[in-house]
């Protein structure tokens, strides 16, 4: 896959969690992690935390409850927010 059909895939995926606060804290957290990982640097923000690097279990914990999370949304069982606004809020 190509960067141009990765970045429509994520846009496409977050779209289904996008107005799920809670899922989309955890995507945040784990994103800011994964670039933490790759030593660049993120915004500091009031909520920040220290890095404490995931163990490969919790890190696939995580990935199976954001999973879940849009299957829920898919389902009509949560609902989602779009993408537009999330990347407004970013």
Do not use: H, W
């Amino acid at each position: 896959m190509n960067t141009m059909n990765l970045n429509a895939e994520l846009f496409r995926e977050l779209s289904y969690i996008a107005d799920n606060e809670s899922s989309m804290k955890k995507l945040l957290a784990y994103v800011k992690k994964l670039v933490a990982q790759q030593g660049q640097s993120s915004v500091v923000c009031e909520e920040a935390v220290p890095y404490r690097r995931l163990t490969r279990e919790e890190q696939i914990a995580e990935v199976n409850e954001m999973c879940e999370e849009i299957k829920l949304i898919r389902a009509g069982k949560l609902k989602g927010r779009p993408a537009e606004e999330l990347l407004n809020e970013l």
